[in-house]
């Protein structure tokens, strides 16, 4: 079994040309702050190229699963976690020696960071021989990182690494202080009298008092005169330093690439499990989605919008799940209802889903089967700059016909409450002839409007309404369902709005 990597399992899928820019339609589904709640506290890690790569293999994402699941026993994630903060206090290593001044001082710190890595490796080999791990991921990883362990390079390192710190310890030297003067020999089984000394004095002592006692520098870089000492303590030692150096100089890229390669990967299923965490112990529901490249018969139930869950949650508020489904001919889910009713974050909710989904990640939901697209096309409003010498509408239009022209029939199309800046009647028209073209292309999507005719378009169109509580339509539940747009409580929401309905005008007349 070939060992490739923790996040693809074939070589066809290196991550060589990491992607640095977060995908166009990030914004647009808030998929931006998910990934930045996901990632927060790992920056050593640089993860977020990897939630900028949707795969479009089922079976490398299948392979993710796999892991997930693994890693969702408590006692492989604690062996995980062990191993990281190994190679975390490796790299601080590593980094305090590249601070450092004085080179042999840098030498010894290079040589406890080889020290730690030759631990944290063994200790995960041995853990995972423990663990009933059953992942293609880690099955092959323990074979491939057992080999490296019982290679003759590694063990060499190992042993140079303990004999090295060994020696070191055996060093012992006095010091001679007088004046400005400080001499320095071996050690040569001087007696030691400060147990005898505090002995004598202790009778002496009456409470608490003043601490005379010099307070040393909790720096660890040397001073000039540690430096200085510790140059002569190497006259006195010659071999030991010197072995010391050449460790430096022959080891500076122990550090296996495939160890470095999973320590970092194996953290992107790990900071996901850690964010998914704090929706979980709320009762909410995560599922590992059927995924098809090939059958647009989808559903979700049970889920939500991850941004905004991760802001209601922090805030104590209640999170609203909602369900949905498209079988057989039916594309496009035509969702209206009144104005902050939760039809854009529905449209939000898709998107994620879907990207999630091609992550590789669990999705929020009780059950799902999504489809495996290639490209998420989103329109949403965006603000008129003052750069563009084009309309609202022209700028609408264009966008509009960039996503028709690169959409094809495995892609996933969200438009969000488009052409406000127009008529009625030209809104229609022109929402009319764009839905036409989606569902002649074959997309699958999600349309956001406030035109009912929509919704009743053709019969791959289905029409969802955000919900009020009947007897108070000013009130939202924030739940999408199934059924025909009427238009009411849309028209309810606006007359509210200016203070129109028969309440407020009855009240204007009293008055």
């Given at each position: 079994m070939n060992f490739n990597s923790i996040l693809f399992e074939t070589s066809e899928q290196p991550m060589e040309n990491e992607i640095s820019e977060a995908p166009l339609f990030f914004g647009d589904l808030n998929l931006d702050q998910i990934v930045d709640a996901i990632t927060s506290g790992k920056q050593e890690y640089n993860l977020k190229p990897f939630f900028y790569t949707a795969l479009h293999d089922i079976d490398g994402i299948h392979y993710r699963h796999e892991i997930m699941q693994d890693l969702e026993n408590g006692i492989?994630?604690?062996?995980?976690?062990?191993?990281?903060?190994?190679?975390?206090?490796?790299?601080?290593?590593?980094?305090?020696?590249?601070?450092?001044?004085?080179?042999?001082?840098?030498?010894?710190?290079?040589?406890?960071?080889?020290?730690?890595?030759?631990?944290?490796?063994?200790?995960?080999?041995?853990?995972?021989?423990?663990?009933?791990?059953?992942?293609?991921?880690?099955?092959?990883?323990?074979?491939?990182?057992?080999?490296?362990?019982?290679?003759?390079?590694?063990?060499?390192?190992?042993?140079?690494?303990?004999?090295?710190?060994?020696?070191?310890?055996?060093?012992?030297?006095?010091?001679?202080?007088?004046?400005?003067?400080?001499?320095v020999r071996k050690y040569e089984y001087e007696s030691d009298y400060s147990a005898e000394v505090e002995k004598t004095f202790h009778r002496f002592k009456q409470g608490t008092g003043r601490d005379y006692a010099a307070k040393y520098s909790d720096s660890v870089d040397m001073n000039h005169v540690e430096a200085a000492v510790l140059d002569l303590v190497a006259k006195l030692f010659p071999d030991i330093f010197f072995n010391l150096e050449e460790f430096s100089v022959k080891h500076g890229n122990y550090l296996d690439e495939s160890i470095a390669a999973f320590d970092r990967g194996i953290q992107f299923y790990v900071a996901w499990l850690e964010f998914t965490a704090k929706f979980k112990k709320k009762g909410l529901k995560f599922c590992y989605p059927q995924l098809s490249n090939t059958s647009q018969d989808i559903y979700d139930y049970e889920g939500f919008d991850l941004a905004l869950a991760n802001k209601l949650i922090k805030e104590k508020s209640e999170i609203i799940c909602n369900d949905f489904f498209l079988q057989g001919e039916e594309r496009i889910l035509v969702i209206s209802g009144p104005n902050q009713g939760g039809k854009t974050t529905f449209a939000r909710t898709f998107g994620q889903l879907h990207y999630l989904a091609s992550l590789g990640c669990p999705v929020p939901g009780r059950e799902a089967h999504l489809f495996l697209f290639d490209q998420i096309f989103t329109h949403f409003e965006k603000e008129e700059t003052i750069q563009s010498l084009n309309g609202k509408l022209q700028d609408e239009l264009l966008r509009i016909n960039h996503i028709l022209n690169q959409a094809t029939s495995n892609s996933i199309i969200l438009m969000n409450e488009i052409f406000t800046s127009t008529t009625l009647q030209d809104a229609i028209c022109l929402s009319q002839r764009i839905m036409a073209k989606i569902i002649e292309l074959g997309s699958l999507g999600?349309?956001?409007?406030?035109?009912?005719?929509?919704?009743?378009?053709?019969?791959?169109?289905?029409?969802?309404?955000?919900?009020?509580?009947?007897?108070?339509?000013?009130?939202?539940?924030?739940?999408?369902?199934?059924?025909?747009?009427?238009?009411?409580?849309?028209?309810m929401s606006i007359a509210e709005k200016y203070r129109l309905t028969f309440a407020c005008i009855r009240e204007r007349i009293t008055l």
């Open positions: 492989v994630f604690e062996y995980i976690n062990s191993f990281a903060q190994k190679m975390h206090e490796m790299r601080r290593y590593l980094a305090q020696a590249d601070r450092l001044r004085y080179q042999k001082q840098k030498d010894r710190w290079f040589l406890d960071a080889v020290e730690i890595y030759g631990d944290a490796v063994v200790g995960l080999v041995n853990d995972l021989s423990s663990a009933n791990v059953k992942s293609r991921g880690l099955l092959s990883f323990h074979e491939h990182a057992t080999k490296y362990v019982e290679s003759e390079k590694f063990l060499s390192l190992l042993a140079e690494t303990k004999k090295l710190i060994i020696d070191l310890s055996t060093i012992k030297y006095c010091l001679q202080i007088k004046d400005n003067c400080i001499k999600v349309w956001v409007t406030f035109l009912d005719e929509l919704a009743t378009f053709s019969r791959e169109t289905v029409s969802m309404v955000s919900t009020v509580i009947p007897d108070n339509p000013a009130l939202r539940t924030y739940k999408v369902v199934r059924k025909p747009a009427d238009g009411l409580a849309y028209a």
